[in-house]
């Protein structure tokens, strides 16, 4: 038989070699024209063919983010157990405010640079507002509050926010209970790493404001280590 032939003979064929066009087995003409087994139009792509973000937007936009993810989770158990009784408030930020200051003045150091780049993408890049768009009008059905800024602001405002919560749990506590001066120690550390967090932030800022370009933008990257 012909190669011709097998074409004819094989219905499918033609669509098996197109779906060998692009990486992910199917070709651009195909995602509107292809059809399930049972005749049904197949459905669209959930986003457009475009890339929204190149690999050097993602890492500019979340550098240290999965580093501020584990570290919340982490944080999370960890205060979760001493809610339960099984640790201390105190002894959990004074054993991480070491791993706080690292992870969150690596990401809050990019957040000016992230933010610029994100708005960038934004302005010149109709994938990118088509992709964002979209996930908002996802997301809207769990929550009115999606907004990747907004989001992207939430590790900043997360670590400048533990000495409030510290002084909360002290006002809680008696001064004659054994943790009470332990939660003093570990208030002082966390103030301190809130002020060189938003000192550092602050010289970041009058870099760009200078015109000068910003620290940030020059190394990138997921993770602070």
């Given at each position: 038989m012909s190669q011709d032939d097998a074409a004819r003979a094989s219905p499918g064929a033609e669509r098996a070699h197109e779906s060998d066009l692009d990486d992910d087995g199917r070709s651009s003409e195909s995602w509107a024209d292809s059809s399930s087994d049972d005749g049904r139009a197949s459905p669209a792509p959930l986003f457009s063919a475009a890339l929204p973000f190149s690999v050097t937007d993602i890492q500019v936009i979340f550098a240290g983010v999965e580093s501020c993810t584990s570290l919340a989770l982490s944080m999370s158990n960890l205060l979760a157990a001493a809610?339960?009784?099984?640790?201390?408030?105190?002894?959990v930020f004074l054993d991480k405010w070491q791993q706080i200051e690292q992870v969150f003045s690596f990401y809050c150091s990019r957040h000016e640079a992230s933010i610029a780049r994100l708005s960038d993408m934004v302005a010149r890049n109709p994938a990118t507002?088509?992709?964002?768009?979209?996930?908002?009008?996802?997301?809207?059905?769990h929550t009115t509050a999606w907004d990747l800024p907004s989001l992207l602001i939430k590790p900043v405002q997360r670590v400048l926010k533990y000495p409030l919560f510290l002084r909360s749990i002290m006002e809680c506590?008696?001064?004659?209970?054994?943790?009470?001066?332990?939660?003093?120690?570990?208030?002082?550390?966390?103030?301190?790493?809130?002020?060189?967090?938003?000192?550092?932030?602050?010289?970041?800022?009058?870099?760009?404001?200078?015109?000068?370009?910003?620290?940030?933008?020059?190394?990138?990257?997921?993770?602070?280590?």
């Amino acid at each position: 038989m012909s190669q011709d032939d097998a074409a004819r003979a094989s219905p499918g064929a033609e669509r098996a070699h197109e779906s060998d066009l692009d990486d992910d087995g199917r070709s651009s003409e195909s995602w509107a024209d292809s059809s399930s087994d049972d005749g049904r139009a197949s459905p669209a792509p959930l986003f457009s063919a475009a890339l929204p973000f190149s690999v050097t937007d993602i890492q500019v936009i979340f550098a240290g983010v999965e580093s501020c993810t584990s570290l919340a989770l982490s944080m999370s158990n960890l205060l979760a157990a001493a809610a339960r009784g099984e640790c201390n408030v105190s002894s959990v930020f004074l054993d991480k405010w070491q791993q706080i200051e690292q992870v969150f003045s690596f990401y809050c150091s990019r957040h000016e640079a992230s933010i610029a780049r994100l708005s960038d993408m934004v302005a010149r890049n109709p994938a990118t507002s088509a992709f964002l768009r979209e996930c908002d009008d996802l997301s809207r059905q769990h929550t009115t509050a999606w907004d990747l800024p907004s989001l992207l602001i939430k590790p900043v405002q997360r670590v400048l926010k533990y000495p409030l919560f510290l002084r909360s749990i002290m006002e809680c506590t008696e001064p004659h209970d054994p943790e009470y001066v332990q939660l003093q120690m570990a208030l002082r550390q966390m103030e301190g790493v809130a002020s060189r967090i938003n000192e550092s932030k602050k010289r970041m800022d009058i870099v760009g404001q200078h015109g000068f370009e910003h620290p940030a933008a020059q190394r990138s990257g997921f993770r602070s280590g």
